[in-house]
Antibody
Framework: QVHLVESGGGVVQPGRSLRLSCAVS????????MHWVRQAPGKGLEWVAI????????YYTDSVKGRFTISRDNSKNTVYLQMNSLRVDDTAMYYC?????????????????WGQGTLVTVSS | QSALTQPRSVSGSPGQSVTISCTGS?????????VSWFQQYPGKAPKVMIY???KRPSGVPDRFSGSKSGDTASLTISGLQTEDEAEYYC??????????FGTGTKVTVL
């Protein structure tokens, strides 16, 4: 079955960097776009970024543009989120999620399966 | 992109029906038929319950249903059960390959 496992979270000082990973199994990774979604403690879900199945198209929410980079390695069935210039308000549980449909169509990009998340705490 | 508006909480007795609204704008909910609903238990990952406004993934009970009218999408849980007590979030495509989530609704089974 579909399985996603995030890693790489931790405690980091403001201004520093962190790279999150999400290893997947149970589906043909090369055919699906991938999302990162975050949830601050006690708050709601916030969409962060999406990456196309081939890594050529990347889109971000405004608050992370220029600081975060989403990427993937299809040979390792893994998607990454490089987070630079971290701020206190980036503190959250970060989830990766699979896009619902294959390839890259607006009609099939909604997230469906999610991992259990990895916690990022930005604090001095 | 502003979060979609949901009521903070709804409640009902076992067997009753509850409906959660999700209000957006012409840029998201009213502009596309790509609204999903997610169920989240405390400390757990979200699970998709509805996608594309009203489609149910396999394995999701048919007492969960979705609809949309204009800028407001709705999730209805019929025949409420104790295990339905959770947080529910709507999510809409917002154009230009971006997405927006709702503020979340706590469903309480009395």
């Amino acid at each position: 079955q579909v399985h996603l496992v995030e890693s790489g979270g931790g405690v980091v000082q403001p201004g520093r960097s962190l790279r999150l990973s999400c290893a997947v199994s149970g589906f043909f990774f090369n055919n699906f776009g991938m999302h990162w979604v975050r949830q601050a403690p006690g708050k709601g879900l916030e969409w962060v970024a999406i990456l196309s199945y081939d890594g050529s198209k990347k889109y971000y929410t405004d608050s992370v543009k220029g600081r975060f980079t989403i990427s993937r390695d299809n040979s390792k069935n893994t998607v990454y989120l490089q987070m630079n210039s971290l701020r206190v308000d980036d503190t959250a549980m970060y989830y990766c999620a699979k896009a619902r449909g294959v390839l890259w169509f607006e009609s099939s990009l909604s997230p469906d399966y999610w991992g259990q998340g990895t916690l990022v705490t930005v604090s001095s | 992109q502003s979060a979609l508006t949901q009521p903070r909480s709804v409640s009902g007795s076992p067997g009753q029906s509850v409906t959660i609204s999700c209000t957006g704008s012409s840029s998201d909910v009213d502009g596309y038929d790509y609204v999903s609903w997610f169920q989240q238990y405390p400390g757990k990952a979200p699970k998709v319950m509805i996608y594309d406004v009203s489609k149910r993934p396999s394995g999701v009970p048919d007492r969960f249903s979705g609809s949309k009218s204009g800028d407001t999408a709705s999730l209805t849980i019929s025949g409420l059960q104790t295990e339905d007590e959770a947080e529910y979030y709507c999510c809409s495509y917002a154009g230009s390959y971006s997405f927006v989530f709702g503020t979340g609704t706590k469903v309480t089974v009395l």
